[in-house]
């Protein structure tokens, strides 16, 4: 059975840092692709980051130079450094795994975790 666990949520000032990690339990895939998602109140969930097995990395515009997403494959774990944190990051933050299907050059989300609060204050 898969389970993939979020935390390092919390609540910080806006400029501060917050640095969030995904344990993965279970075969998830040969290679899978991981990425983190958010969704704040009345909003659609967006994804915030996605990460390749390789390590190659892609991120939504709205976070490029202050998100960082890593993964650490001998310990099926993901991260994401977050930094200058705005309030319009606070959200829900999801992290994500699945296959990556090459015929889409998308990563297929297939198992998710149940999120971890982040809010930043101005």
């Known amino acids: 059975q898969v389970q993939l666990v979020e935390s390092g949520g919390g609540s910080v000032q806006a400029g501060g840092s917050l640095r969030l990690s995904c344990a993965a339990s279970?075969?998830?895939?040969?290679?899978?692709?991981m990425g983190w998602f958010r969704q704040a109140p009345g909003k659609e969930r967006e994804e915030v980051a996605h990460i390749e097995y390789d390590g190659t990395t892609d991120y939504a515009d709205s976070v490029k130079g202050r998100f960082t997403i890593s993964r650490d494959n001998a310990k099926n774990t993901l991260y994401l450094q977050m930094n200058s944190l705005k309030p319009e990051d606070t959200a829900i933050y999801y992290c994500a795994a699945g296959p990556w299907v090459v015929s889409l050059g998308e990563c297929e989300y297939n198992y998710w975790g149940r999120g971890t609060q982040v809010t930043a204050s101005s």
């Open positions: 279970g075969y998830i895939y040969n290679r899978p692709c």
